[in-house]
């Protein structure tokens, strides 16, 4: 049964940084294009960032460049996404997603992506 599960999430002080990890399941994830979607509340969910299969550059929507920085580790089936100098405007849900690397290999539409973790929560307050 194909499962990906976010963690690492948490309440943050501004400026503070955070580690989030995505474990997944069911297929391999060498196979297939990982990545990173955040929804703040009563906002669209947008992309962050994306890697796909053998391709060790992550890309990045523009408001996430600087600040993210997207890794796999495909021998243990875990993407990361590492975010620093948190802001408030960085609070909402962190979702991993995964879809096959054709025809688009790499697209920041929540609309491509056929598999979803279930989030994890990021507040960023002080």
């Known amino acids: 049964q194909v499962q990906l599960v976010e963690s690492g999430g948490g309440l943050v002080h501004p400026g503070g940084s955070l580690k989030l990890s995505c474990k997944l399941s069911?297929?391999?994830?060498?196979?297939?294009?990982v990545a990173w979607f955040r929804q703040a509340p009563g906002k669209p969910r947008e992309g962050v960032s994306c890697?796909?299969?053998?391709?060790?550059?992550?890309h990045y929507s523009d408001s996430a460049k600087g600040r993210f920085t997207m890794s796999r580790d495909n021998r243990q089936n875990t993407a990361y996404l590492q975010i620093t100098n948190l802001n408030p405007e960085d609070t909402a849900v962190y979702y991993c997603?995964?879809?096959?690397?054709?025809?688009?290999?790499?697209?920041?539409?929540?609309?491509?992506?056929?598999?979803w973790g279930q989030g994890t929560q990021v507040t960023v307050s002080s």
């Open positions: 069911g297929f391999f994830m060498a196979y297939g294009t």
């Open positions: 997603a995964r879809r096959s690397p054709f025809p688009d290999p790499c697209p920041l539409t929540w609309g491509d992506y056929s598999s």
């Open positions: 890697m796909i299969d053998g391709d060790g550059d992550a």
